[in-house]
C-alpha cells in the first residue's frame, strides 16, 4: 500500500469524528487541530519513511501534542504517541492486533532482497515478523502495523474508540 492510499483511509475513516470535535485540518501530515484556551491540541499520523514492503508491509505513528501553534511538530510544545496516553488494558489491545497483523504476514523467500544485505539487516527484517510478546510500557514508541487496507481500517476503529480519552488528556496538560 503506498501512503497515500494509507492517508486516505485513515482520512475517511478518521476526519467525521475530528470535524465533530471542532478540529480542523492542520498543515503537514495527516493532521488536526483545534484551539483550547491558549493553545492547541494537534494530533497527526505518520506514515513510516521505509517503503512499503510486499511481505513486511509498513507502519505508521499516531502523536497527540499540545502547543502554541497549530501545526504538527511545532516549537514550544509537549507531545506523546498514542501508547504514552493509553492505560495498560488499551495497550494490550494495541498489542494483541499488532500481532494479528504480524501473524497475517507471509514471510519472504529466502533470495528476497533484503535478506542479502547484511548480517544486521537480514535480523532487522526477520524481526517485523515475530510476535511483539512483551507487554508495551507507556515508554515505548509503538508504531501500527498494516499490510492491507483491512489492517489500516482495524486501526481506524482502535483509534476511534480512544481518541475522547487521548485527547483529553493532552489538554488537561499545563
Wanted: proline share 5%.
Amino acid at each position: 500500500m503506498k501512503s497515500a492510499e494509507v492517508y486516505a483511509l485513515l482520512k475517511s475513516d478518521l476526519g467525521p469524528w475530528f470535524k465533530g470535535a471542532g478540529f480542523q485540518r492542520a498543515e503537514g501530515f495527516l493532521s488536526w487541530c483545534r484551539s483550547r484556551g491558549d493553545a492547541y491540541t494537534v494530533v497527526w499520523c505518520q506514515v513510516s519513511r521505509d517503503s512499503w514492503d510486499a511481505y513486511a508491509g509498513s507502519k505508521f505513528a499516531v502523536t497527540f501534542q499540545r502547543s502554541v501553534e497549530p501545526f504538527p511538530g511545532a516549537m514550544q510544545s509537549r507531545s506523546a504517541r498514542l501508547a504514552d496516553l493509553l492505560p495498560h488494558d488499551a495497550r494490550e489491545e494495541l498489542r494483541r492486533l499488532q500481532n494479528i497483523v504480524i501473524a497475517g504476514l507471509v514471510a519472504p523467500p529466502d533470495s528476497h532482497a533484503a535478506l542479502h544485505v547484511s548480517d544486521r539487516a537480514t535480523q532487522r527484517y526477520r524481526k517485523q515478523f515475530v510476535l511483539d510478546a512483551e507487554p508495551y510500557s507507556d515508554r515505548d514508541d509503538v508504531w501500527l502495523r498494516y499490510a492491507t487496507p483491512d489492517h489500516v481500517r482495524a486501526w481506524s476503529r482502535f483509534l476511534l474508540a480512544r481518541l475522547p480519552d487521548c485527547v483529553a488528556a493532552v489538554e488537561s496538560w499545563a
